[in-house]
C-alpha cells in the first residue's frame, strides 16, 4: 500500500506521464462502441482518474476490477455522465458514444442516458408496481403507442430479464417485495425496456447471494447478444466468467487491460498480477 | 480442562471491576428515575392545564332555558303588521301572569331581566312568521340572562350578602320557584357553536372565530404550501452550491425563528399600510401567517425530500429520466406524506397564532359570521384574548369552552398528520 500511495502522489505530480500509450491497448476483434482517451476527473481538488485510455468493444461484456477507491465505478458513470449530478466533479478528455464525444455541448444528458442505461449496486426498484417500474422508462421517453404496445414490452422485458415466469400472475404488486436477486433483475428488465445500446452495471450481484448471483451471470451473458456491457465488480471470479475484456484499476490509474483469459493467465503488470493473485486488494 | 493458571483470571472477574460495575449500574438507574419523573411532571402539568381548562369551560356548552306561556295579546300585536307589535309588552305580560304577586315598577323590570334579548327575539320572531299565532297562547323555551345562567349553574354564591352578589333576594326566589316547577331546563348550548361575538355572555357564540380562522387558515394553506414546496424543491434538487444558497438557506433557518409578531408588523407595513387590502380581514390574516409558515414549509419539505433514498433519484436518472421527471414522478409523490404531514403541523402552529392577527387588526368585536376571506373577522385565538379580557362572570366559561374548542381543532389537525404518516409513508 505504501507503494501504491506513493505511485498516487507521483500521479498527482506528473499527469501526463500516466497516460497510456495507445499501443498498449490491446487489439479488439469487434467494432468499438465506447470509447474514453485521456480522460481525467477531479473531485473538487481531488484528482480521482488520471487519464483513462479504454476502448469498450461493441456486443461484449467488459469488466473494470480492482480495489476500491481504485475509480472503476467513477469511470462507469462517466460513461452515462451520472457524475453530472454530483457537486464539484470537473472532467477533461474524451468520452465517446459511436464515435461522438458524449461530453460535447450537443449532447442531451437524458437522450445519452437512454442509450447507455445503468444498473446498481444495491437494487433500486421505484416504490410501485412491478409493472409500472418497466413501464415507467417507455413511457417518458415515448417507446409505446398505447397499453397493447407498452404491455408488449414490460412482458419482453421482464422475459429477457429471466423474470417473466417467476412475476407473470403479479404485475400489479409492489416491486420492493421482491427478493433482493428479483429485485436487481427487475431493474436489469427496467433498463432494458428502454432499449439502451450499452448497459453499465455497478456490481450489480455484490448484495446478492450464489444462486441470484449465478442467475444474473448467466443473464449478462445472454444479453451480450443485443447489448454492449460493462460491469463493475469487486468479484474476479465473476469477471473472469461473464467479460470478454478486463481492465484492472487502481488508485484512479487504468493499470492493464487485456482480453479476459490473457489478463487473468498472464498479467503484464506486476500489480495486476498482485491484485489477482490477492496479494494485496 | 486443568484449574486455569492464576495468570489467565481476568480482570473482569476481579472485585475492582464489580465495583465499576455495580456503579455503572446505579448510574443507570439513577438516569432512568431522573427520566421518569422528568416525564411525570410533563404528564402532571398536562393534566392541571387540561383539567382546568375542561373544570371551568365544560359548562360553556351547556345554557339554561325557562318555559313561559306566551299570549299573543290583540292589544300588544296587531295581525295585520304582527312584525312590529310590541314584544316586550307581550312577554311581560307573560311573566305577570307566572308571577302575578309582582306589581312594582323595578319588580316588573326585574322579572323582564329573567329574559335574555334573544329571548324577546324569539318571541317577535315566532309571530313575524305566522300572524295566525295573534290572539293564541303559545309554549316557548326561552334563553335566560346570563345573570340566571350562572345562578342555575351553580355560579354565584347564595350565602353571600345580597347586596355583595349580582342577583337579589327576590330573583332567586322567583328561579327557584321556576325550578321547583319544572320550568327551568338545562339544555346544551347551540348558540355557543354556531354564532358570532355578542355583549351578552348567554348569546356570544365562536361560529364566527371559527370561519374567520377557517379563512384565514385556507388562505395561508393556498399561498404558503405551493410556494414553500416549489421554493424547497429548487433550494433542494436544482439550486448550484454556491455561495448565495447558502445564505438564502441560513435565512430561511432564522426565519422559522422569528417571533411571530414581528411578521404582523411586517403585514402591518405591507399589506395595509402599502398595499391598502381590507383592516380586519382573514384575507391579511392568512397572508401575514403565511409568511410565518412558509420557512416551517420549506424545512420539512426538504428533510422530507433528503429522506427519499438517493438510489430512487439513481434509477430515474439512469433510465433517461429529466430532472423535472425525477421530482414530479419520484420524489415528490414518495416526499408527499410527510410533506402533509409538515404542512399540516404548520397550519396547526398557524391555527394557535395571536400576536400577528392583533398588529393586522383582527382583534375586532365582530358579530357577524364571515362569509368570505374578505370580510371582517376574528380567529379563534383572538376570540379566546377577547373574552378573557371581559369583566362578566359569563364570559369565564366561554373563555375555557374556547380554548376546549381550539385544543379540539388542534388536536384533531395533529391526528390527522399522524394518520398520513402512517397510513402513507413507504418505508425503505
Known sequence: ????????????????????????????????????????LWYGDKLALTGINLDIPEHQVTALIGPSGCGKTTFLKCLNRMNDTIDG???????????????????????????????????????????????????????????????????????????????????????????????????????????????????????????????????IDELRDNFTIVIVTHNLQQAARVSQLTAFFHLGRLIEVNGTAELFHSPGESMTEDYITGRFG | MTDPAPAMTSYHLSEKAGRRLRRRYARERGFKVLSLGALGLTALFLVILLGSVVLSGWSGFITTKMRLD??????????????????????????????????????????????????????????????????????????VSSDIDMLNKGYIDRTAPE????????????????????????????TFLT????????????????????????????????????AAIYLEEFAPKRRWVDIIEVNINNLAAVPSIVFGLLGLAVFLNVMHLPRSAPVVGGLTLALMTLPTII????????????????????????????????????????????????????????????????????????????????????????WADSPERGFVEKTSAAIMVLLGFLVAMNGLAVYLRQRFEIRW
Not at chain 2, 170 to 180: F, G, H, S, Y
Not at chain 2, 210 to 227: A, C, H, K, N, Q
Open chain 2, 195 to 230: 354564532s358570532g361575538d355578542s355583549r351578552e355572555p348567554e348569546l356570544a357564540g365562536i361560529g364566527g372565530a371559527v370561519l374567520g380562522s377557517f379563512w384565514v387558515l385556507l388562505v395561508t394553506f393556498l399561498v404558503s404550501f405551493p410556494t414553500g414546496v416549489a
Open chain 2, 163 to 190: 347586596d355583595r352578589r349580582r342577583l337579589d333576594d327576590r330573583t332567586i326566589a322567583w328561579i327557584d320557584d321556576l325550578e321547583a316547577s319544572g320550568d327551568i331546563a338545562t339544555v346544551f348550548n347551540w
Open chain 1, 89 to 219: 466533479v470537473r472532467i477533461e478528455g474524451l468520452a465517446s458514444l459511436d464515435g461522438a464525444d458524449i461530453y460535447d455541448r450537443a449532447i442531451d444528458v437524458v437522450q445519452l442516458r437512454a442509450r447507455v442505461g445503468m444498473v446498481f449496486q444495491k437494487p433500486n426498484p421505484f416504490p410501485k408496481s412491478i409493472y409500472d417500474n418497466i413501464a415507467y422508462g417507455p413511457r417518458i421517453h415515448g417507446l409505446a403507442n398505447g397499453k397493447r404496445e407498452l404491455d408488449g414490452i414490460v412482458e419482453s422485458s421482464l422475459r429477457r430479464a429471466g423474470l417473466w415466469d417467476e412475476v407473470s400472475g403479479r404485475l400489479d404488486e409492489l416491486a420492493t417485495g421482491m427478493s433482493g436477486g428479483q429485485q436487481q433483475r427487475l431493474c436489469i428488465a427496467r433498463t432494458i425496456a428502454v432499449s439502451p445500446e450499452v448497459i453499465l452495471m455497478d456490481e450489480p450481484c455484490s448484495a446478492l447471494d450464489p444462486i441470484s448471483t449465478a442467475r444474473i451471470e448467466e443473464l
Open chain 1, 1 to 40: 500500500m505504501v507503494a501504491a500511495a506513493e505511485h498516487a502522489a507521483e500521479d498527482t505530480a506528473r499527469p501526463e506521464a500516466l497516460t497510456l500509450p495507445a499501443g498498449r491497448l490491446p487489439a479488439l476483434d469487434g467494432p468499438v462502441k465506447m470509447r474514453s482517451r485521456d480522460l481525467r
Open chain 2, 299 to 386: 424545512i420539512t419539505t426538504r428533510a422530507s425530500m433528503k429522506g427519499i433514498p438517493p438510489s430512487i433519484r439513481d434509477a430515474a436518472l439512469g433510465i433517461g429520466a429529466s430532472p423535472v421527471q425525477v421530482v414530479s414522478h419520484h420524489l415528490l409523490p414518495l416526499a408527499m406524506p410527510r410533506l402533509l404531514t409538515g404542512a399540516i403541523i404548520g397550519m396547526a402552529q398557524a391555527l394557535g397564532e395571536t400576536a400577528p392577527l392583533l398588529m393586522i387588526g383582527m382583534v375586532a368585536f365582530v358579530v357577524d359570521l364571515p362569509g368570505g376571506p374578505a370580510d371582517a373577522a376574528t380567529a379563534l385565538p383572538v376570540q379566546i384574548f377577547l
Open chain 2, 70 to 143: 306566551v299570549t299573543y295579546s290583540e292589544s300588544h300585536v296587531d295581525a295585520g303588521d304582527p312584525s312590529s307589535g310590541n314584544i316586550r309588552m307581550v312577554v311581560l305580560d307573560a311573566l305577570r301572569e307566572r308571577f302575578p304577586d309582582v306589581s312594582d315598577r323595578r319588580g316588573l323590570r326585574a322579572l323582564l331581566g329573567i329574559v335574555s334579548n334573544r329571548g324577546f327575539l324569539d318571541v317577535g320572531r315566532e309571530v313575524a312568521g305566522d300572524p295566525a299565532l295573534v290572539g293564541r297562547t303559545v309554549e316557548f323555551w326561552l334563553p
